[in-house]
């Protein structure tokens, strides 16, 4: 099972509704990859996401969604090696996801969707970038994709 915080910085109230949308797509997810954890889920506004999109992925720009995944290597970092049994008390954090709710309103409009299908396709984007999926590539987009659309049609969020 996956625990989830949801955390609002925007001005926009958010439903209790559109919370349990975003709870149940990441619980789907992480059955269907069968990964547990705990992931933080931070709804922001374009201005925010531009600064964060700018200071850390060198992107001077708004974007949708942005993941940071906790489990995951960077160039130069050494490897540590501990015994699995010394951290099953720990909980596995595996990162934050942060979603642009005034970019998820103007891609679901631009899309010809509904907006929560459009929060529930960024929440599960962003988790499977947590848990390593990438789309770099032709091969890995279509298997990221397939991926998303699998979940996303679990939870009944269909185009």
Known sequence: MLTIEIVN???EEITQEHQQLIENCLQ????????KGEVVITLVNNERIHELNR?????DRPTDVLSFALNEEGEGDMEIFVEES????YPNML?????????TKEQAQDYGHSFERELGFLAVHGFLHLIGYDHGTPEEEKDMFTRQENI???VGLTR
């Open 95 to 103: 990162g934050d996801i942060i979603i642009s709710i005034p970019r």
């Open 86 to 89: 010394e951290f099953d008390d």
């Open 152 to 154: 996303l049609q679990e």
């Open 9 to 11: 910085e925007q001005d």
């Open 55 to 59: 200071d850390y992925r060198g992107v």
């Open 28 to 35: 789907k997810a992480a059955q269907f990859e069968e990964i």
